[in-house]
């Protein structure tokens, strides 16, 4: 299956909001609700590991067709430009000040045309030329 976004959170932590929401009749869907909860999981099982906070600029890209961050722990946590965080699920870190290109969209429907999700890349100072040169080496149809 080929997706028509690229990805993030809400599709791959399922959760609706950023923030958490308190609806009555509905579990917290929220990105934060799902951070705190997988932490206060590890910690239950003896890991230490806290919540806590970096504004410290973190480059964001894209790898197999999802936007995430490289973290200091090794993992990459996922992040998205409309909410422009990383919860990292490894260390407990909330990557506040992720840093997006401004032709993000742009990017996104360049790579949008490849068929397969392990094509969808992009790094930090590649270019939406860069990329649609690589769409056509390939023989990606724009």
């Known amino acids: 299956m080929s997706h028509t976004v690229i990805l993030g959170p809400r599709e ?40 806590h906070e970096s504004d410290a600029p973190i480059a964001a890209r894209i790898n197999d067709g999802s936007w995430l961050v490289d973290c200091g722990c090794r993992n990459a946590p996922l992040t998205s430009p409309a909410w422009g965080v990383a919860y990292c699920f490894g260390c407990g870190v909330r990557h506040t000040n992720v840093v997006f290109p401004d032709e993000h969209g742009a990017i996104a429907s360049v790579l949008l045309e490849r068929p ?22 390939h023989g990606v149809e724009e």
Request: aromatic share 6%; hydrophobic share 35%; charged share 30%.
């Open 12 to 51: 791959h932590h399922a959760v609706r909001t950023l923030h958490d929401e308190h609806v009555p009749g509905f579990a917290d869907r929220s990105y934060s609700g799902a951070h705190d909860l997988a932490i206060a999981k590890m910690k239950q099982h003896g890991m230490r590991v806290d919540v």
């Open 116 to 137: 397969r999700m392990e094509n969808r890349n992009w790094f930090p100072g590649e270019s939406v030329e860069d990329l649609r040169a690589q769409n056509r080496a």
